[in-house]
């Protein structure tokens, strides 16, 4: 069985940073492309960013380009999100997902993490 498993959220003050993490176990890391969602109460779930199996390609959302960047170590298994010059809107529940291949679509992934809780203080 493949789990997800994301760790790294917390507090954090407006424009500053912050790394989230998201390990993967039970198949072949390579063999995944990997996404990051966010989800804020009463909001649609957002596309964040993708990266591919390869660590190659990446996509961002446009609210993030510039700011967040996506990342993967395939011997470490792990997917992260680097996060910087934060702001109170960024402020959502994150998600880890992994799929066959790189898209913004959340329904085209079909495993997914427990969520982290993100809060950005001004």
């Known amino acids: 069985q493949v789990q997800l498993v994301e760790s790294g959220g917390g507090l954090v003050q407006a424009g500053g940073s912050l790394r989230l993490s998201c390990a993967v176990s039970?198949?072949?890391?390579?063999?995944?492309?990997m996404a990051w969602f966010r989800q804020a109460p009463g909001k649609e779930r957002e596309f964040v960013a993708a990266?591919?199996?390869?660590?190659?390609?990446?996509r961002y959302g446009d609210s993030v380009k510039g700011r967040f960047f996506i990342s993967r170590d395939n011997a470490k298994n792990t997917v992260y999100l680097q996060m910087g010059s934060l702001k109170t809107e960024d402020t959502a529940v994150y998600y880890c997902?992994?799929?066959?291949?790189?898209?913004?679509?959340?329904?085209?992934?079909?495993?997914w993490g427990q969520g982290t809780q993100v809060t950005v203080s001004s």
């Open positions: 990266i591919s199996w390869s660590g190659a390609g990446t």
């Open positions: 997902a992994a799929g066959g291949s790189i898209t913004s679509y959340s329904g085209s992934y079909s495993l």
């Open positions: 039970g198949r072949t890391f390579s063999s995944y492309a």
